[in-house]
């Protein structure tokens, strides 16, 4: 199993331009998440999704848009770039809301500069 | 609003000693926790986690101990090697289904 996926690893934007970022996990996870990270900071929710089809709004959501049209891909997308979403960006999934083990799997991040 | 903090950004040790990493978490309806190790460029790495039935979970090297009537969590780490160095992040679940709070991490470094 690979786990999360998310590409591209890197990325550059001028202030206003687009951008998706891509997330895909093989566990068949029904929840999905997405985080930024700043500098010195812990993860703040951007997205999540409970299963295909829905979606909802985490702490930071201005700025972004997601989409959940299969269990496997969550991706995040950035349409009017700016330089306060320049940060680090990670998927996470996890299996079940209710009993077992609540832990998150993460990506290993996309460091996206807008400049 | 509610939140996860830690008391500690940065914490030093030597290989072989044993550390602890404090969290203090605000929401009371909080009933599940989870400590994650991150190393650098790479995502959050699940380590333990700990029902809030619960004042005690041990893994390998690592226990994480509860106290509910402070509100406070404790990752102990047992004869620290330099490969724990990383940052370590505590999380809390809110009662019910909700999502993840994460506080702002702590930077274990460990010196051969």
């Known amino acids: 199993n690979a786990g999360v996926t998310q590409t591209p690893k890197f990325r550059i934007l001028k202030i206003g331009q687009s951008m998706t970022l891509q997330c895909a996990q093989d566990?068949?996870?029904?929840?999905m998440y997405w985080y930024r990270q700043d500098p010195g900071m812990g993860l703040k929710l951007i997205y999540y999704?409970?299963?295909?089809?829905?979606?909802d709004k985490g702490e930071v959501p201005n700025g972004y848009n997601v989409s959940r049209s299969t269990t496997e891909d969550f991706p995040l997308r950035l349409e009017l770039a700016a330089p306060s979403q320049t940060s680090v960006y990670f998927c996470?999934?996890?299996?079940?809301?209710?009993?077992?083990?609540?832990?998150?799997?993460f990506g290993s991040g996309t460091r996206l500069t807008v400049v | 609003g509610e939140s996860v903090g830690l008391h500690l950004p940065t914490l030093s040790v030597q290989e072989g000693d044993n550390s602890i990493i404090n969290c203090a978490y605000s929401?009371?309806?909080?009933?599940?926790f989870i400590w994650y190790k991150q190393e650098s460029g790479k995502g959050p790495q699940f380590i333990i986690d700990?029902?809030?039935?619960?004042d005690k979970r041990q893994g390998q090297r690592v226990t994480v101990l509860l106290n509910k009537t402070v509100k406070h969590l404790s990752l102990q780490i047992a004869a620290t090697q330099p490969g724990d160095s990383a940052v370590y992040f505590c999380?809390?679940?809110?009662?019910?289904?909700?999502?993840?709070?994460f506080g702002k991490g702590t930077m274990l470094l460990v010196s051969p």
């Open positions: 996470a999934s996890s299996y079940s809301a209710a009993g077992g083990n609540y832990g998150y799997t």
């Open positions: 999380a809390e679940k809110g009662g019910g289904y909700s999502t993840l709070t």
């Open positions: 929401n009371s309806a909080s009933d599940y």
């Open positions: 999704s409970v299963g295909a089809g829905i979606t």
């Open positions: 700990i029902r809030s039935n619960m």
């Open positions: 566990m068949n996870h029904n929840y």
